[in-house]
Structure formats: structure tokens, C-alpha cells
Antibody
Framework: QVQLVESGGGVVQPGRSLRLSCAAS????????MHWVRQAPGKGLEWVAV????????YYADSVKGRFTISRDDSNNTLYLQMSSLRPEDTALYYC??????????????WGQGTLVAVSS | DIQMTQSPSSLSASVGDRVTITCRAS??????LAWFQQKPGQAPKSLIY???ALQSGVPSKFSGSGSGTDFTLTISSLQPEDFGSYYC?????????FGQGTKLEIK
């Protein structure tokens, strides 16, 4: 069955960096577009970033552009989100989610349980 | 960027009721609209894609309709397990965007 397991969250000071990971299993990871979505405590969902299969296309929300980098390691079935220059408003539960197979545009079907990032001094 | 607006923001209903949630896009998104359900402490679950297509395993009590800018999610015969928050999402253009959510509570 499809499984997505996020890790790497924690408490970090403003201005510091953190790298999130999402380990995928149960499907041919390398053929799927993958997303990161976040949810601040008590708030709604905010789409963060996407990477196409093979990693040739990437797109970011304006709120993280220039600070966050999405990447993937298809040999290890893992999705990453490198976060730098973190701000208190980046505090959220970060979910990875599976997009469509091969194509770049399409919604998500499976989501992980999320990893919590707290940015605080 | 495309803005998504859901209404109502919260809704109180009883077991057995039929409810409708509305989602409006700030521009034409054709049928590139998805709906998600989220229960407290859980990850979102995909219900509907392409405005009206049910994800595998989603019961037929959930239905979606609409195209262009106006969309609806209807839940027939509410059961206790249906309560939680619901979000629409447009995937016509990046950056993708979600509605602010509708919290469905038990009356």
C-alpha cells in the first residue's frame, strides 16, 4: 500500500535551516510528481512546493520562494524540502503528498501524516 | 494567483442531514477542482478530483459538481464519521491554492 512518512521536523531558531524528508513506499516513486503542503496550528492548508517526476520542473509558493528548495532522490524513494532563513510564520505541520503519475499538473491523492516544524527563539 | 473562497466557514448539522459546501474560484479553472476531508489530528484525505470524480474507496454519499468558477460538495445522509473540516483546491495553475476550509460540526 502507498505510504509516505515525513521526518526531520523540530524546533529551530529564526534564520536557521532545516531539511525535511519524506520516505515513500508502495508505488513507483520515480514516476510521480510530488508536493509539500503545510498547515499552521489551527489554520487551513497552504500549498508549498511541487517537483515533477525526474525533477525537471519545480514550482514554489511565493511565501517560500528563494528560501525553500524541493528535491528528490529516486534511487532512495525520498522527497526533500530544504528550508533556510526560517521565519516564525513557517511554523506548521508539513505534509508530503503524491501528485499524478508522469504529468506535472494534477491534484494529490495520498498524504503522509506530517512532520512539525516550530520556528522560535 | 487564483484565490479560492469557501462558504460557509462553519456549518452545524445533524446526523442524517444533507449538506452542501460551496467553493468559488477567482477565475475560470475549468474542472480542475479537488475536495479534501480532514478530521482532527489526521492528515487530509482526498475525496473528489476533476470537480466530480470520486477517489477510489470514497462512498457515493459524497458528490461534487460545477465548472468554471463555482463548485459544490454535497454530503448526503450525514454520519458521525463525516464531521470534520473540508477544503477545496484548485489545480488549474501553479501556485495551487486551497479554500480557507469549512468546519462541519454536529448539531
Amino acid at each position: 500500500q502507498v505510504q509516505l512518512v515525513e521526518s526531520g521536523g523540530g524546533v529551530v531558531q529564526p534564520g536557521r535551516s532545516l531539511r525535511l524528508s519524506c520516505a515513500a513506499s508502495g508505488f513507483p516513486f520515480g514516476t510521480y510528481t510530488m508536493h509539500w503542503v503545510r498547515q499552521a496550528p489551527g489554520k487551513g492548508l497552504e500549498w508549498v512546493a511541487v517537483i515533477s517526476y525526474q525533477g525537471s520542473k519545480k514550482y514554489y509558493a511565493d511565501s517560500v520562494k528563494g528560501r525553500f528548495t524541493i528535491s528528490r532522490d529516486d534511487s532512495n524513494n525520498t522527497l526533500y524540502l530544504q528550508m533556510s532563513s526560517l521565519r516564525p510564520e513557517d511554523t506548521a505541520l508539513y505534509y508530503c503528498a503524491r501528485g499524478p503519475v508522469v504529468v506535472y499538473v494534477g491534484t494529490t491523492d495520498y498524504w503522509g501524516q506530517g512532520t512539525l516544524v516550530a520556528v522560535s527563539s | 494567483d487564483i484565490q479560492m473562497t469557501q462558504s460557509p466557514s462553519s456549518l452545524s448539522a445533524s446526523v442524517g442531514d444533507r449538506v452542501t459546501i460551496t467553493c468559488r474560484a477567482s477565475q475560470d479553472i475549468s474542472n480542475y477542482l479537488a475536495w479534501f476531508q480532514q478530521k482532527p489530528g489526521q492528515a487530509p484525505k482526498s475525496l473528489i478530483y476533476a470537480a466530480s470524480a470520486l477517489q477510489s474507496g470514497v462512498p457515493s454519499k459524497f458528490s461534487g459538481s460545477g465548472s468554471g468558477t463555482d463548485f459544490t460538495l454535497t454530503i448526503s445522509s450525514l454520519q458521525p464519521e463525516d464531521f470534520g473540516s473540508y477544503y477545496c483546491q484548485q489545480y488549474d495553475n501553479y501556485p495551487y491554492s486551497f479554500g480557507q476550509g469549512t468546519k462541519l460540526e454536529i448539531k
